[in-house]
């Protein structure tokens, strides 16, 4: 159990009525290391991008884990399936397309040899739109599916030891992946976590390459998750409905660990209690847009828990969001400060440039591309409403989340003491990262060097509580 759950682990039994077995709260792991990982971006846009994940079971156990790829506009699975991990084993995947052609779905392709249902290894499973076919968004095309995140979820370790045998490598190919497709969920048990991973957006004709982690996130689940493929369960939703996190207090200074209650009575607010640790009020991060180095600055804004938070009608969202969803997305309102290198003389703008119709201002969409000065670096077709231009041609912007996007919890405690407040927590779960593509043409006559870099956003959070 993580330090931040033993720092509240008296008060949630005693406050909050919760059974021992189940004392357990969300937290974004400081370590890397979790029960899922959030991938904020992949991408195969501009017939120049393929994107690369891998995960990793860094424990002794063999682990059952859901692999989910949604697409960026409204989180809707385009393709999953279910990956057996044996202890410490390590898999890996290309998401791709066919080349020439930007119609084209995205699709995965993986020679990897670990134990998969359906089995692998995928010479190039097409992405697919039925989810989204219908949607509010009325895009059906399949060229929708080129760009969106990716999910990593632990339903939990194998406790069978026939099926443990099955997915563990002899010689370096698994015992028989096709008996481990009987997988079922008797043979899984609560998930333990220990999963790390990354993601790497290659483009090939300029020699680049983009690298991150994914965030990782911890304690969410207090029993087994298994499903078949084919099933979009285990979500966010299913998690459990407390979170906790560190806040600073505001009138002291002092650190609180915060543990919140999540929709009490209710079926499950899981999902809020995912939220709750992933908010921010703003995100902060640099821009490059130097011209003798033809420099380019994109940023990602992921919301992974956005779509969760519009139920079975996709219309009406639960706090913290608070857009009604339209053809032109869900827009959440921002404020944008840009500044430039020289000290803090900066420009605020309060807005996207060129400014937006009404109906489409701030960012609308699951998984979102900021561009600076319209350079548009991944080639996204997510920047026809969020391009920004900055003071300057280097320097940093914070963006302030600038609507009334909150949630409260009426169930929460303080380092574990016996007291019960009221915390509002402010902003969004956002997460994400900014990539700066470097051109220099004069290092060596006649020779093109190409540089670019990934920088995971800066956060602020606002937590009060009464």
């Excluded at 063999?62 to 989910?68: D, I, P, S, T």
């Excluded at 593509?437 to 959070?461: D, Q, R």
Aim: overall charge negative; some cysteine.
């Amino acid at each position: 159990m993580n330090f931040k759950t033993k720092i509240a682990y008296t008060a949630v039994l005693a406050t909050l009525g919760m059974a021992a077995g189940s004392a357990q709260a969300a937290f974004l792991s400081e370590q890397g290391t979790g029960q899922a990982l959030i991938y904020p971006y992949y991408t195969v846009q501009g017939d120049k991008f393929d994107t690369y994940i891998t995960v990793v079971n860094t424990t002794s156990q063999a682990k059952a884990v859901k692999v989910r790829f949604l697409e960026a506009k409204n989180s809707y699975e385009v393709l999953d399936f279910n990956l057996y991990l044996s202890a410490q084993d390590w898999w890996g995947g290309a998401v791709t397309t066919l080349a020439g052609d930007v119609t084209k779905a995205a699709k995965l392709v993986s020679s990897d040899k670990s134990c998969t249902d359906p089995l692998g290894p995928f010479t190039g499973v097409e992405f697919r739109n039925y989810q989204y076919k219908t949607d509010i968004f009325a895009d059906p095309l399949l060229a929708r599916t080129r760009e969106g995140y990716v999910e990593i979820i632990e339903m939990g370790p194998i406790t069978d030891a026939a099926m443990v045998a099955n997915v563990t490598h002899i010689n370096g190919t698994p015992k028989d992946c096709k008996a481990a497709q009987k997988m079922n969920p008797t043979h899984i048990g609560t998930p333990t976590g220990g999963l790390i991973g990354t993601a790497t957006l290659i483009n090939g004709p300029q020699g680049t390459d983009y690298s991150y982690d994914p965030v990782a996130l911890d304690d969410l689940f207090g029993g087994p998750q298994y499903t078949p493929p084919g099933f979009t369960d285990p979500t966010f939703a299913k998690a459990l409905n407390v979170s906790t996190v560190i806040r600073r207090n505001a009138a002291t200074g002092a650190r609180e660990v915060l543990t919140s209650l999540w929709g009490a009575g209710e079926t499950s607010q899981g999902v809020e209690g995912v939220s709750a640790v992933l908010m921010h009020n703003s995100v902060m991060n640099e821009y490059v847009l130097e011209p003798t180095l033809k420099a380019a600055t994109d940023w990602v804004v992921t919301f992974p828990t956005k779509h969760l938070h519009y139920g079975d009608t996709g219309v009406k969202p639960t706090p913290p969001f608070t857009s009604t969803l339209t053809v032109n997305g869900a827009c959440e309102s921002v404020t944008l400060a840009s500044y430039d290198r020289e000290e803090g003389i900066g420009s605020p703008t309060s807005d996207f440039s060129p400014k937006p119709p009404a109906d489409q201002q701030g960012l609308c969409y699951e998984a979102n591309v900021i561009t600076f000065g319209g350079g548009n670096l991944l080639s996204s077709a997510l920047t026809k409403n969020t391009n920004i231009a900055p003071y300057g041609i280097n320097g940093w912007t914070n963006m302030t989340f600038s609507g009334n996007q909150q949630m409260t919890s009426g169930n929460t405690t303080i380092n574990g003491g016996t007291g019960v407040f009221s915390a509002t927590y402010y902003g969004l779960p956002a997460v994400g990262f900014a990539l700066i593509g470097l051109k220099n043409e004069a290092l060596t006559p006649g020779v093109l060097s190409v540089y670019g870099g990934s920088f995971i956003h800066k956060y602020t959070s606002n937590i009060t509580v009464k």
